[in-house]
């Protein structure tokens, strides 16, 4: 049986504590004489496996018994239990995200409760005042156009829209304050609602 360097190189622990089989102990033995570098691992483990069992056994080391349960417990097949515990996590995690699922659907579908209020104030709806469709020229700045909001009494409601078009409420004296907004420079349109 022909070996690599690397597949030998992994087997030397088990050929220095003698639990290959005859196979794989001729198939070390031979690529031992092909690459002597494994020999000065092999010498390197030998030495170290005689320092370790030089000293004096750790207080907390399972020792030889503690070793072969160890290599017991792992060539036993596991308990069929096992898996239906795999299986039981597997149904109760499905479970819960249909549940998460359906929680997200009914929070999504909860109204707002009737005596809810912006903080801005009342619902557009609720609010007095006459409702105007405006835009304002292209170059017009947020603070000119809140000076003109603030000198007319009026406040925006809705927008700008995709083009450009603010909802507005006038609160005092709408035919004065609309004649008032159509001399402004800096409005392009206006339309009463």
Do not use: C
């Amino acid at each position: 049986m022909m070996m690599t360097r690397l597949d030998a190189e992994k087997l030397l622990p088990f050929y220095l504590n003698g639990t290959l089989t005859e196979g794989e102990v001729e198939a070390v033995e031979h690529a031992l004489t092909d690459y002597p570098e494994l020999q000065q691992e092999l010498d390197f483990l030998r030495a170290l496996r005689k320092h370790l069992k030089s000293q004096p056994a750790a207080a907390n080391s399972p020792g030889e018994m503690g070793l072969k349960r160890l290599q017991q417990q792992l060539h036993k097949p596991q308990p069929a239990s096992t898996a239906r515990s795999v299986r039981g996590w597997h149904i109760a995690a499905i479970a819960a995200s249909f549940l998460l699922l359906a929680q997200t659907a009914i929070v999504l579908k909860v109204e707002q409760p009737a005596d809810y209020y912006p903080a801005g104030g009342a619902v557009d709806g609720q609010a007095g005042g006459t409702a105007i469709s405006i835009t304002f020229a292209p170059e017009t700045t947020e603070q000119q156009i809140r000076a003109v909001l603030l000198a007319s009494n009026s406040r925006i409601v809705d927008g700008p829209s995709a083009l450009g078009i603010y909802r507005i409420l006038v609160q005092d004296e709408a035919d004065g304050t609309i004649a008032w907004l159509k001399e402004q420079d800096i409005i392009d349109s206006l339309q009463v609602q």
